[in-house]
């Protein structure tokens, strides 16, 4: 499965308005709840919180990949935001986070869950494709350079 396969532009959020990681989870998570496709962000939320809490999800580079599992969906939804100023995520290099990619996943799929985060996390560990990204200024052009960076990514693994 591909990530730009996953992420539709009304699912990107550019750029990010909050000014705390609690702000940008809350906005991410209310592009899936005015898609539908969850009725109450908050249980969302207090799941991602906990993870948090547990351990950062900001993998450094200026990039945070906060996922939860959820019972209230089907299929796994992905949300990504772009934050222009960048906000403090507790980062493992402690620089602040640009690029935030929500993973939200049924309770039942926790394999599912760790292959897209392992797929997210290598291609935003591209600098360059990190910089392009930094530079969009529409969501769809935010989905084609995912898109043409993972169809790379792809080709370079034959």
Do not use: W, Y
Not at 24 to 31: C, D, G, Q, Y
Not at 64 to 73: D, M, Q, T, V, Y
Not at 76 to 101: K, M, P, T, W, Y
Not at 116 to 128: A, G, I, N, V
């Amino acid at each position: 499965m591909t990530v730009s396969r996953l992420l539709s532009s009304e699912f990107v959020v550019l750029p990010l308005h909050a000014r705390d990681a609690e702000g940008v989870l809350r906005e991410l998570l209310s592009t899936l709840k005015d898609a539908g496709i969850i009725e109450t962000p908050e249980n969302c939320l207090q799941t991602i919180l906990r993870r948090e809490r547990r351990m950062s999800t900001a993998v450094g580079k200026g990039i945070a990949l906060p996922h939860g599992l959820s019972n209230e969906i089907d299929d796994v939804q992905v949300a990504l935001g772009i934050s222009i100023d960048g906000i403090e995520f507790r980062a493992v290099d402690n620089l602040l986070c640009h690029i935030f990619v929500l993973l939200v996943s049924p309770e039942n799929q926790p394999e599912k869950h760790l292959k897209l985060l392992s797929r997210f996390t290598k291609l935003l560990s591209d600098s360059e494709l990190r910089s392009s990204l930094l530079e969009a200024r529409t969501p769809g052009h935010v989905l084609e350079l995912l898109s043409e960076r993972e169809n790379l990514a792809d080709e370079d693994s034959l």
